[in-house]
């Protein structure tokens, strides 16, 4: 018997829990091809067993103590070029949902990480389908790290690692949709520099300098000074603003 209790008055209202899923985003983009789903459904299981990242990585999770939701929205009145805002208004609505228990050194790292102490505690793929020119349907997938004690890799961390107990996966899940549904009504109303602002101050290295990474594994420095409307990142490199793709560059840690 799961209890999802909403605080929302569209997303999530209609919501699919699975047992165990392959990947919910899958899932959810199987139903926009298949059954013209309302926006707000949510698909939601703690046992995901194929879960996509970015860069064609996977999103491994421990089953039963993770969340991996994916939600559907239908963004008509978003133009493409602005479309980096889904990252900006789901990065908000995690921040918003961790900052309840981790008030300190939680951060936003660019374009849509979030982390706890350098550590990534939450992921997030936004998969779009685009007909004509506006996007028809918008997947926004989240994987959030809440009970899980150990990982495979140094740099990922849980709720629990940090809070030392254990959280309740449904009533986390609950906020989530009430957070992401917060952000979206201001997107709509279409707050953009608001929202802009507001990533800014949370974002992981605004205003510092550190070390990136190119893809020939070249290394430089750089000020984070900004993002750019159609999500790029914006550096100070040797006194010029250089813009980045995402596939262009990677952060370094610990130099
Ligand atoms: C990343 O690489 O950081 C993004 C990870 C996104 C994982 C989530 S879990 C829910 C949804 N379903 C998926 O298959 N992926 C996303």
């Not at 889904?86 to 228990?101: Q, W």
């Amino acid at each position: 018997m799961h209890k999802l209790i909403l605080y929302t008055s569209f997303i999530g209202q209609e919501n699919i829990i699975l047992p165990i899923c392959q990947s919910t985003n899958q899932f959810a983009l199987d139903l926009c091809e298949q059954q013209a789903p309302q926006e707000g459904t949510a698909v939601l299981t703690f046992h995901q067993t194929a879960g996509r990242g970015q860069r064609g990585n996977t999103w491994q999770s421990e089953a039963g103590k993770n969340i991996a939701l994916s939600v559907i929205l239908k963004p008509g009145f978003l133009e493409i070029s602005k479309q980096f805002y889904l990252n900006i208004i789901t990065s908000l609505a995690v921040y918003e949902t961790l900052h309840s228990f981790l008030q300190e050194d939680l951060k936003i790292k660019w374009p849509n990480d979030i982390l706890c102490c350098e550590k990534k505690v939450s992921g997030i793929l936004i998969e779009n389908i685009i007909r004509g020119s506006r996007i028809a349907y918008s997947v926004i997938g989240i994987g959030i790290n809440i009970n899980q004690d150990s990982f495979d890799y140094p740099q990922a961390a849980s709720l629990k690692n940090f809070t030392n107990q254990e959280h309740d996966l449904y009533a986390l899940s609950a906020s989530l949709l009430k957070h992401l549904e917060e952000q979206y009504l201001i997107l709509k109303a279409g707050h953009y520099n608001a929202l802009k602002s507001v990533y800014l101050q949370r974002l992981f290295r605004y205003g510092d300098l550190a070390a990136y990474q190119l893809p020939d594994n070249s290394l430089f420095e750089g000020r984070l000074v900004g993002v750019q409307e159609d999500g790029r990142l914006l550096l100070i490199v040797e006194e010029e603003v250089k813009a980045f793709d995402f596939k262009e560059i990677r952060f370094v840690y610990g130099l």
